[in-house]
Protein backbone atom coordinates (compact mmCIF):
# COMPACT_ATOMS: atom_id res chain seq x y z
CA UNK A 1 0.00 0.00 0.00
CA UNK A 2 2.87 2.51 1.34
CA UNK A 3 4.73 1.47 -2.77
CA UNK A 4 1.30 2.07 -4.65
CA UNK A 5 0.62 5.73 -2.95
CA UNK A 6 4.44 6.60 -3.42
CA UNK A 7 4.36 5.22 -7.24
CA UNK A 8 1.35 7.10 -8.23
CA UNK A 9 2.19 10.62 -7.49
CA UNK A 10 5.51 9.68 -9.45
CA UNK A 11 3.59 8.88 -12.47
CA UNK A 12 1.57 11.47 -12.85
CA UNK A 13 4.56 14.13 -12.67
CA UNK A 14 6.40 12.01 -15.33
CA UNK A 15 3.13 11.98 -17.43
CA UNK A 16 3.15 15.51 -17.56
CA UNK A 17 6.59 16.10 -18.00
CA UNK A 18 7.13 13.40 -20.60
CA UNK A 19 5.38 15.52 -23.54
CA UNK A 20 5.45 11.72 -25.36
CA UNK A 21 8.95 11.09 -24.77
CA UNK A 22 9.77 7.54 -24.38
CA UNK A 23 11.33 8.22 -21.38
CA UNK A 24 7.83 8.05 -19.33
CA UNK A 25 7.30 4.30 -20.53
CA UNK A 26 11.16 3.72 -19.54
CA UNK A 27 10.14 4.96 -16.05
CA UNK A 28 6.75 3.26 -15.70
CA UNK A 29 8.70 -0.10 -16.45
CA UNK A 30 11.40 0.32 -14.00
CA UNK A 31 8.06 1.31 -11.49
CA UNK A 32 6.37 -1.95 -11.80
CA UNK A 33 9.69 -3.65 -11.93
CA UNK A 34 10.86 -2.07 -8.33
CA UNK A 35 6.52 -2.61 -6.78
CA UNK A 36 7.28 -6.74 -7.85
CA UNK A 37 10.45 -6.37 -6.18
CA UNK A 38 9.12 -5.02 -3.01
CA UNK A 39 5.62 -6.94 -2.77
CA UNK A 40 7.92 -10.32 -3.48
CA UNK A 41 10.15 -9.11 -0.40
CA UNK A 42 7.04 -8.42 1.99
CA UNK A 43 5.85 -12.19 1.40
CA UNK A 44 9.28 -13.26 1.94
CA UNK A 45 9.66 -11.79 5.18
CA UNK A 46 6.28 -12.21 6.79
CA UNK A 47 7.24 -13.55 9.84
CA UNK A 48 3.61 -15.55 10.83
CA UNK A 49 3.48 -16.97 7.70
CA UNK A 50 7.13 -18.65 7.96
CA UNK A 51 6.45 -19.64 10.81
CA UNK A 52 3.42 -21.45 10.02
CA UNK A 53 5.74 -22.93 6.92
CA UNK A 54 8.73 -24.08 9.25
CA UNK A 55 6.16 -26.01 11.94
CA UNK A 56 4.44 -27.55 8.95
CA UNK A 57 7.87 -28.82 7.47
CA UNK A 58 9.17 -30.33 10.53
CA UNK A 59 5.68 -32.15 10.94
CA UNK A 60 4.62 -30.25 14.11
CA UNK A 61 8.06 -30.98 15.73
CA UNK A 62 9.23 -29.16 19.22
CA UNK A 63 12.81 -28.58 17.27
CA UNK A 64 10.83 -25.44 15.36
CA UNK A 65 10.18 -23.53 19.17
CA UNK A 66 13.41 -24.88 20.26
CA UNK A 67 15.72 -23.30 17.92
CA UNK A 68 13.68 -19.61 18.41
CA UNK A 69 13.73 -19.74 22.13
CA UNK A 70 16.96 -22.16 22.74
CA UNK A 71 14.97 -23.93 25.69
CA UNK A 72 12.83 -27.55 25.47
CA UNK A 73 9.62 -27.05 25.25
CA UNK A 74 7.81 -27.93 28.14
CA UNK A 75 4.48 -29.16 27.53
CA UNK A 76 5.67 -31.52 25.06
CA UNK A 77 3.90 -34.73 25.48
CA UNK A 78 6.55 -37.77 26.15
CA UNK A 79 6.75 -39.86 22.74
CA UNK A 80 9.49 -41.26 20.95
CA UNK A 81 9.97 -38.15 19.07
CA UNK A 82 10.42 -35.76 21.32
CA UNK A 83 12.59 -38.20 24.07
CA UNK A 84 15.03 -38.53 21.13
CA UNK A 85 15.48 -34.13 20.69
CA UNK A 86 15.90 -33.97 24.28
CA UNK A 87 18.35 -36.53 24.12
CA UNK A 88 19.95 -35.12 20.92
CA UNK A 89 19.92 -32.02 22.78
CA UNK A 90 22.11 -33.65 25.44
CA UNK A 91 24.55 -35.30 23.13
CA UNK A 92 25.54 -32.58 21.27
CA UNK A 93 26.57 -30.52 24.79
CA UNK A 94 28.50 -33.58 25.49
CA UNK A 95 29.99 -33.79 21.91
CA UNK A 96 31.18 -30.08 22.08
CA UNK A 97 33.50 -30.69 24.90
CA UNK A 98 35.78 -32.53 23.84
CA UNK A 99 35.83 -33.07 20.02
CA UNK A 100 38.98 -36.14 20.18
CA UNK A 101 37.65 -38.88 17.53
CA UNK A 102 34.81 -36.59 16.19
CA UNK A 103 34.04 -39.35 13.35
CA UNK A 104 34.07 -42.27 16.02
CA UNK A 105 31.97 -40.34 18.37
CA UNK A 106 29.68 -39.85 15.25
CA UNK A 107 29.30 -43.44 14.32
CA UNK A 108 28.74 -44.37 17.84
CA UNK A 109 25.92 -42.09 18.61
CA UNK A 110 24.17 -42.51 15.13
CA UNK A 111 24.14 -46.87 16.14
CA UNK A 112 22.41 -45.57 19.46
CA UNK A 113 19.83 -43.62 18.14
CA UNK A 114 18.90 -45.94 15.10
CA UNK A 115 18.72 -49.00 17.54
CA UNK A 116 16.84 -47.49 20.16
CA UNK A 117 14.51 -45.26 18.54
CA UNK A 118 13.76 -47.34 15.47
CA UNK A 119 9.73 -45.32 15.05
CA UNK A 120 11.41 -41.87 15.03
CA UNK A 121 14.64 -42.58 13.10
CA UNK A 122 13.72 -40.69 10.23
CA UNK A 123 13.90 -37.89 11.94
CA UNK A 124 17.30 -37.68 13.64
CA UNK A 125 19.29 -36.29 10.79
CA UNK A 126 17.04 -33.06 10.58
CA UNK A 127 17.09 -32.79 14.15
CA UNK A 128 20.75 -33.97 14.84
CA UNK A 129 21.41 -31.28 12.05
CA UNK A 130 19.42 -28.60 13.41
CA UNK A 131 21.05 -29.21 17.08
CA UNK A 132 24.66 -29.07 16.07
CA UNK A 133 23.80 -25.24 15.10
CA UNK A 134 21.49 -24.40 17.92
CA UNK A 135 20.75 -26.52 21.01
CA UNK A 136 18.50 -26.45 23.49
CA UNK A 137 19.80 -25.33 27.31
CA UNK A 138 20.81 -28.76 29.70
CA UNK A 139 18.67 -26.90 32.24
CA UNK A 140 15.30 -26.98 30.16
CA UNK A 141 16.18 -30.41 28.73
CA UNK A 142 16.63 -32.08 32.02
CA UNK A 143 13.21 -30.49 33.34
CA UNK A 144 11.12 -32.08 30.96
CA UNK A 145 12.99 -35.19 30.86
CA UNK A 146 12.53 -35.10 35.20
CA UNK A 147 8.68 -34.53 34.71
CA UNK A 148 8.15 -36.98 31.75
CA UNK A 149 10.08 -39.86 32.82
CA UNK A 150 9.77 -40.73 37.17
CA UNK A 151 12.17 -43.60 36.96
CA UNK A 152 15.34 -43.47 38.03
CA UNK A 153 16.97 -46.56 36.32
CA UNK A 154 15.40 -45.16 32.93
CA UNK A 155 17.30 -41.59 33.41
CA UNK A 156 20.39 -43.44 34.47
CA UNK A 157 20.42 -45.22 31.11
CA UNK A 158 20.65 -41.51 29.55
CA UNK A 159 23.52 -40.62 31.88
CA UNK A 160 25.09 -44.32 30.72
CA UNK A 161 25.38 -43.23 26.93
CA UNK A 162 26.38 -39.80 27.42
CA UNK A 163 28.96 -41.32 29.30
CA UNK A 164 29.65 -43.84 26.76
CA UNK A 165 30.23 -41.18 24.02
CA UNK A 166 33.03 -38.88 26.19
CA UNK A 167 34.66 -42.62 26.33
CA UNK A 168 34.82 -43.40 22.87
CA UNK A 169 38.07 -41.62 22.72
CA UNK A 170 38.99 -43.99 25.82
CA UNK A 171 39.88 -41.07 27.80
CA UNK A 172 37.67 -38.76 30.40
CA UNK A 173 38.22 -35.26 30.14
CA UNK A 174 37.64 -32.50 32.97
CA UNK A 175 35.64 -30.97 30.79
CA UNK A 176 33.21 -33.61 29.70
CA UNK A 177 33.46 -35.16 33.00
CA UNK A 178 32.34 -31.67 34.31
CA UNK A 179 29.64 -31.59 32.01
CA UNK A 180 28.31 -34.85 33.01
CA UNK A 181 28.00 -34.05 36.73
CA UNK A 182 26.29 -30.85 35.97
CA UNK A 183 23.92 -33.60 34.07
CA UNK A 184 23.80 -35.72 36.77
CA UNK A 185 22.74 -33.40 39.65
CA UNK A 186 19.83 -31.61 36.63
CA UNK A 187 18.60 -35.54 36.32
CA UNK A 188 18.44 -35.40 40.27
CA UNK A 189 20.39 -38.66 40.55
CA UNK A 190 22.82 -39.44 43.22
CA UNK A 191 26.82 -39.20 42.70
CA UNK A 192 27.52 -42.76 43.01
CA UNK A 193 25.26 -43.42 39.84
CA UNK A 194 27.81 -41.24 38.05
CA UNK A 195 30.78 -43.14 39.42
CA UNK A 196 29.39 -46.10 39.10
CA UNK A 197 28.92 -45.14 35.40
CA UNK A 198 32.48 -43.86 34.71
CA UNK A 199 33.91 -46.96 36.53
CA UNK A 200 32.34 -49.67 34.25
CA UNK A 201 33.94 -47.89 31.42
CA UNK A 202 37.08 -47.23 33.54
CA UNK A 203 37.02 -50.85 34.01
CA UNK A 204 36.45 -51.43 30.27
CA UNK A 205 39.44 -49.29 28.56
CA UNK A 206 40.95 -51.19 31.11
CA UNK A 207 40.86 -54.15 29.84
CA UNK A 208 41.43 -53.08 26.74
CA UNK A 209 44.91 -52.24 27.75
CA UNK A 210 45.36 -54.95 29.56
CA UNK A 211 45.11 -57.47 26.66
CA UNK A 212 47.57 -54.88 24.94
CA UNK A 213 50.10 -54.90 27.39
CA UNK A 214 49.64 -58.49 29.27
CA UNK A 215 53.50 -59.25 28.03
CA UNK A 216 54.58 -56.41 30.17
CA UNK A 217 53.02 -56.47 33.10
CA UNK A 218 54.30 -58.13 36.45
CA UNK A 219 53.16 -56.27 39.64
CA UNK A 220 49.84 -59.05 39.57
CA UNK A 221 49.41 -57.44 43.19
CA UNK A 222 49.20 -53.76 42.01
CA UNK A 223 46.73 -54.91 39.16
CA UNK A 224 44.75 -56.83 41.36
CA UNK A 225 44.10 -53.87 43.64
CA UNK A 226 42.87 -51.64 40.75
CA UNK A 227 40.58 -53.87 39.71
CA UNK A 228 39.10 -54.18 42.99
CA UNK A 229 38.98 -50.87 43.85
CA UNK A 230 37.01 -50.62 40.41
CA UNK A 231 34.60 -53.04 40.83
CA UNK A 232 34.13 -51.96 44.53
CA UNK A 233 33.04 -48.48 42.99
CA UNK A 234 30.47 -50.72 40.08
CA UNK A 235 28.58 -51.63 43.54
CA UNK A 236 29.31 -48.33 44.82
CA UNK A 237 30.80 -49.22 48.05
CA UNK A 238 34.25 -48.90 49.29
CA UNK A 239 37.03 -50.50 48.48
CA UNK A 240 37.52 -51.72 52.57
CA UNK A 241 34.15 -53.45 52.57
CA UNK A 242 34.05 -56.57 53.96
CA UNK A 243 33.00 -59.60 51.46
CA UNK A 244 29.14 -59.33 53.52
CA UNK A 245 29.34 -55.42 52.15
CA UNK A 246 29.99 -56.47 49.11
CA UNK A 247 27.09 -59.63 48.60
CA UNK A 248 24.97 -56.83 50.05
CA UNK A 249 25.60 -54.07 47.32
CA UNK A 250 25.37 -56.88 44.56
CA UNK A 251 21.88 -58.48 45.34
CA UNK A 252 20.68 -54.57 45.88
CA UNK A 253 21.90 -53.55 42.45
CA UNK A 254 21.39 -56.70 40.69
CA UNK A 255 17.68 -56.26 41.34
CA UNK A 256 17.50 -52.90 40.34
CA UNK A 257 18.88 -53.48 37.39
CA UNK A 258 17.24 -57.05 36.18
CA UNK A 259 16.60 -56.90 32.54
CA UNK A 260 12.85 -58.36 33.68
CA UNK A 261 12.32 -54.94 35.46
CA UNK A 262 12.57 -53.13 32.16
CA UNK A 263 10.37 -55.42 29.75
CA UNK A 264 7.41 -52.97 29.68
CA UNK A 265 9.78 -49.97 28.65
CA UNK A 266 11.01 -52.25 25.45
CA UNK A 267 13.76 -54.01 24.30
CA UNK A 268 15.82 -51.27 23.80
CA UNK A 269 15.49 -50.72 27.42
CA UNK A 270 16.14 -54.35 28.09
CA UNK A 271 19.57 -54.38 26.61
CA UNK A 272 20.41 -51.47 27.79
CA UNK A 273 19.79 -52.93 31.78
CA UNK A 274 21.61 -56.61 30.69
CA UNK A 275 24.12 -54.82 29.60
CA UNK A 276 24.52 -53.10 32.60
CA UNK A 277 23.55 -56.59 34.88
CA UNK A 278 26.34 -58.20 33.44
CA UNK A 279 28.79 -55.52 34.59
CA UNK A 280 27.82 -55.53 37.98
CA UNK A 281 27.54 -59.91 38.00
CA UNK A 282 31.13 -59.12 36.16
CA UNK A 283 32.53 -56.74 39.51
CA UNK A 284 31.09 -59.01 42.17
CA UNK A 285 31.70 -62.59 40.74
CA UNK A 286 35.56 -60.88 41.00
CA UNK A 287 36.01 -59.70 44.29
CA UNK A 288 34.02 -63.14 45.81
CA UNK A 289 37.26 -64.84 43.63
CA UNK A 290 39.80 -62.35 45.71
CA UNK A 291 37.74 -63.07 48.64
CA UNK A 292 37.75 -66.71 48.80
CA UNK A 293 41.54 -66.50 47.12
CA UNK A 294 42.65 -64.92 50.80
CA UNK A 295 41.07 -67.44 52.76
Known amino acids: MLLTNTF ?55 LFENIEKKTFNKFSPLNDKNLMEATISLTVTMLF ?17 YKKFTSSSQYFPAL ?28 INILYFLAGISMVDGNL ?27 MFTRHEESKKEQEERKSITNNERRTKAKMETYCTILEIPSTSTFEEI ?7 AMLNHPDKFEKAGP ?28
Open 8 to 62: LPLLFFFLKESSGNYTFFLVVIVLIILNRIFNDDATIYNSEENTKYGKEKFNNST
Open 97 to 113: KDRTDFPQKIIFIKKYF
Open 128 to 155: FSHHLKNHCTNESVCFWINKKIPSNQER
Open 173 to 199: SKKEHELLVEIQELLKLETKDLDSIIA
Open 247 to 253: KKAYRKL
Open 268 to 295: DMVNIAKERFLKIQEAYEFLEKVHLSKK
